[in-house]
Antibody
Framework: QLQLQESGPGLVRPSETLSLTCTVS??????????WGWIRRPPGKGLEWIGS???????YYNPSLKSRVTISVDTSNNQFSLRLSSVTAADTAVYYC??????????WGQGTLVTVSS | FMLTQPHSVSESPGKTVTISCTRN????????VHWYQQRPGSSPTIVIY?????PSGVPDRFSGSFDTSSNSASLTISGLKTEDEADYYC?????????FGGGTKLTVL
């Protein structure tokens, strides 16, 4: 079974860029039908889809975040990444990576808390 | 489109509870609906996929369905146990977006 693990800084300053990486293990992420996504959960709120990337590199972003989000994939290293620019306190959340299908998220990482604060 | 869930539900152990998920535009039957359980401090896990399918390891107390007349999907949990207390999210998609419902906090008391 695929396992996913997020990594990256737990503290980001306002106006800077949040960067996270998800490492996939337990199998190859190179299948042509695989999609990989990022989801977050702010404190006291529900799950919010941030965006997804197809192994070919095609990306799909939440319209509310699209102007600030970049997701990339590196199948040779079994990783995909999230960059969220110009962060504010509203971006404080537990960030999850998940996959491997478009229509649902069967496998999730454990999540990583990112706090935006000076 | 958006998916709307009740903010919270509560029921006693042994009873049955149903959580609804209403789609505001487009037919609920157009794309599959999935349900996730999230316990405090844990990642979400899928309990129902493709409207009504149960992953291996999920008890048959969990079931899913949808109703086109109300344009909503439902998660039903029977024989409630205290371990079922968690947040539950519905999720669906279209060709370019993923959508989660706002989540329902289930209290078993």
């Amino acid at each position: 079974q695929l396992q996913l693990q997020e990594s990256g800084p737990g503290l980001v300053r306002p106006s800077e860029t949040l960067s996270l990486t998800c490492t996939v293990s337990g199998g190859s992420m190179s299948s042509n039908s695989f999609f990989w996504g990022w989801i977050r959960r702010p404190p006291g709120k529900g799950l919010e889809w941030i965006g997804s990337i197809y192994n070919s590199g095609s990306t799909y972003y939440n319209p509310s975040l699209k102007s600030r989000v970049t997701i990339s994939v590196d199948t040779s290293n079994n990783q995909f990444s999230l960059r969220l620019s110009s962060v504010t306190a509203a971006d404080t959340a537990v960030y999850y990576c998940a996959g491997p299908l478009w229509r649902r998220f069967d496998n999730w990482g454990q999540g990583t808390l990112v706090t935006v604060s000076s | 489109f958006m998916l709307t869930q009740p903010h919270s539900v509560s029921e006693s152990p042994g009873k049955t509870v149903t959580i609804s998920c209403t789609r505001n535009s487009g037919s609920i039957a157009t794309n599959y609906v999935h349900w996730y359980q999230q316990r405090p401090g844990s990642s979400p896990t899928i309990v129902i996929y493709d409207d009504s399918q149960r992953p291996s390891g999920v008890p048959d107390r969990f079931s899913g369905s949808f109703d086109t007349s109300s344009n909503s999907a439902s998660l039903t949990i029977s024989g409630l146990k205290t371990e079922d207390e968690a947040d539950y999210y519905c999720q669906s998609y279209d060709t370019t977006n993923q959508v989660f419902g706002g989540g329902t906090k289930l209290t078993v008391l």
